[in-house]
């Protein structure tokens, strides 16, 4: 059974950074995201990124996110600055081959104000 290594989750004071990785268990995904799903809300997309590197992001985060991967290393990441109480959410992180959707395991990221 493939798994997947998501790092990186933990509590934080408002306004501080966090970075999470996400390891996937094999290489040729297209598209690489995180997803995040906040207590009674439904799971949104956070960020993507594409094979050739273009990014798209939620309006929430635009400015204050970045997403990143390395092909090599099959991991992708997401750098979250300026940290609001309103990104608490569990982050899972996401992956597309052959049209098949792939999901990490959840890293819980708390923001405390």
């Known amino acids: 059974r493939c798994s997947w290594r998501s790092l990186g989750g933990g509590v934080v004071q408002a306004g501080e950074s966090l970075t999470l990785s996400c390891v996937a268990p094999?290489?040729?995904?297209?598209?690489m995201g995180w997803y995040r799903q906040a207590p009674g809300k439904q799971r949104e997309l956070v960020a993507d990124?594409?094979?050739?590197?273009?990014?798209m992001y939620a309006e929430s985060v635009k400015g204050r996110f970045a997403i990143s991967r390395e092909n090599a290393k099959n991991t992708v990441y997401l750098t979250m600055n300026s940290l609001k109480p309103e990104d608490t959410a569990v982050y899972y992180c996401?992956?597309?081959?052959?049209?098949?959707?792939?999901w990490g395991k959840g890293t819980l990221v708390t923001v405390s104000s």
């Open positions: 990124i594409r094979p050739d590197g273009s990014t």
């Open positions: 996401n992956a597309i081959r052959f049209g098949v959707n792939y």
């Open positions: 094999r290489s040729g995904f297209n598209t």
